[in-house]
């Protein structure tokens, strides 16, 4: 089957501590997206990368940081910088930035 | 920063019912997009609208671009109970770096 898939479907954190998100799809597009959604409210755009081995900040990046080494998997890595990591967050690819995209099936995290 | 503006927050039919939904947006685009998402699940892509297109229509789907006003609606005839979901519209503004920015989603329920 071609998708994308996020992992895991839920995560807890203790404040301070770092974690991974990890997204990857097959359908072998080049650009990837990370959202952030908050109850009640659309998505907010944390990173993105066009191709492999580029990758640029969304609207609000900080506390957050990103890799594309490989052009299947986008993991984003929610720092302790981050002031308010309790979301649900969105990870999406498109054929090219272009394109209309395909979303994952989110990951809730929540920290404690 | 928000683009676009979905109007209503929220809407509640009864199911056989048209359901129509509009979006507006502050700056020239490149094309919008409608997504749907149920709850606590990743978004689905709709339909995307070019610029320079003024209807398209996709099943039950049928959606309108008036650049001009700078804004779109969303048409679903015939509802069914499924249906329920939040509806997103998404523009691609021009001259920027193509990123899509989502405006907060109108709320539908479709009652049996």
């Known amino acids: 089957d071609g998708g994308i898939t996020q992992s895991p479907k839920y995560l807890f954190r203790k404040e301070g501590q770092n974690v991974t998100l990890s997204c990857e799809q097959n359908?072998?597009?080049?650009?990837m997206y990370w959202y952030r959604q908050d109850p009640g409210q659309g998505l907010r755009l944390i990173y993105y990368?066009?191709?492999?081995?580029?990758?640029q900040k969304g609207d609000i990046a900080e506390g957050y940081s990103v890799s594309r080494e490989k052009k299947e998997s986008f993991p984003l890595t929610v720092t302790s910088a981050q002031k308010n990591p309790t979301a649900f967050y969105l990870c999406?690819?498109?054929?090219?930035?272009?394109?209309?995209?395909?979303f994952g099936p989110g990951t809730r995290l929540t920290v404690l | 920063s928000q683009q676009g503006e979905e109007d209503p927050q929220a809407l509640s039919i009864q199911e056989g019912e048209n359901a129509t939904m509009n979006c507006s947006y502050k700056?020239?685009?490149?094309?919008l997009q409608w997504y749907r998402q149920n709850s606590g699940r990743g978004l689905v892509h709709l339909i995307l609208?070019?610029?320079?297109?003024r209807e398209k229509h996709s099943g039950r789907l049928r959606v309108t671009l008036d650049t001009s006003k700078k804004s779109s609606s969303l048409l679903i005839t015939a509802s069914r109970a499924a249906d329920t979901a939040s509806y997103f519209c998404a523009t691609s503004p021009q001259g920027g770096s193509e990123k899509l920015v989502f405006g907060k989603g109108t709320k539908l329920t479709v009652n049996p």
């Open positions: 700056t020239s685009i490149n094309n």
């Open positions: 999406a690819s498109s054929l090219t930035i272009y394109n209309e995209q395909f």
């Open positions: 359908l072998n597009h080049d650009a």
């Open positions: 609208i070019r610029s320079n297109e």
């Open positions: 990368s066009q191709i492999v081995n580029d990758f």
